[in-house]
């Protein structure tokens, strides 16, 4: 029995279509494209239109190619002080973080370039060390771009993980939205409900509520 060829692709879709290298083989999309996906991340950081539609059009761009970007996050912190009312002190923070290039879509709350992603094979379910794409529109206050992304199939964790993340920023609407969704164990519900509750959130509580938490106890 003939031992296969390691390097030779799985599949036979890993293969372009029409395309060579320069000394005339074929081209796999599972050895190419890593530049021109770090391109492609760059030009939506920077807001670059024409890199982002060049990047888009070219057949080896891989849409769940990890990079990294230097991301601003607005940060309030309290100030206590004695015999004097609290201060509150806001500014910002840049830190170094490994992204998809979804995740500064809805970083930047850009709707319709997530439709595209979307539709061109961007995972919605993609796990970073920022958490799910669910959790980014959570903490950066995008409904809109939440209900596209559990419309298009988020993973039960994904929206698991962004209710908890709602439930500690105080998120109404987004709780709702959530809860009303078939995706949230019991277990998750009830810890938002505590989270809610330490948190004194009492909006959040009533919709919480409102779904029935409770009415999710086996009988």
């Known amino acids: 029995m003939a031992i296969p060829n390691s390097s030779a692709p799985l599949l036979d879709d890993d293969i372009v279509r029409g395309s060579i290298d320069f000394k005339g083989r074929p081209v796999y999309r599972s050895r190419s494209g890593c530049w021109k996906s770090a391109f492609f991340i760059i030009g939506t950081f920077r807001g670059s239109g024409g890199l982002r539609a060049e990047c888009l059009a070219d057949p080896f761009i891989d849409v769940k190619y990890v990079g990294a970007v230097c991301l601003k996050v607005h940060k309030t912190d309290l100030i206590l002080l004695e015999e004097s009312l609290t201060n509150i002190r806001v500014y910002y923070e840049e830190f170094r973080t490994d992204v998809i290039t979804l995740f500064i879509v809805i970083h930047n709350g850009n709707v319709a370039l997530e439709t595209k992603l979307l539709s061109v094979g961007a995972d919605v379910s993609q796990q970073l060390f920022k958490g799910f794409a ?70 959040l509580l009533d919709a919480l509520l409102k779904v029935k938490v409770y009415s999710r106890w086996p009988m």
Request: glycine share 8%; hydrophobic share 45%; net charge negative.
């Open 134 to 203: 669910t959790t980014e529109a959570v903490r950066d206050g995008h409904l809109e771009i939440l209900e596209i992304l559990v419309k298009d199939g988020a993973s039960q964790p994904a929206c698991e993980e962004a209710l908890l993340e709602a439930s500690f920023h105080g998120q109404e609407k987004f709780v709702e939205m959530l809860m009303g969704s078939d995706l949230i164990r019991l277990h998750i519900a009830i810890h938002a409900l505590i989270i809610a509750s330490c948190r004194g959130f009492v909006d």
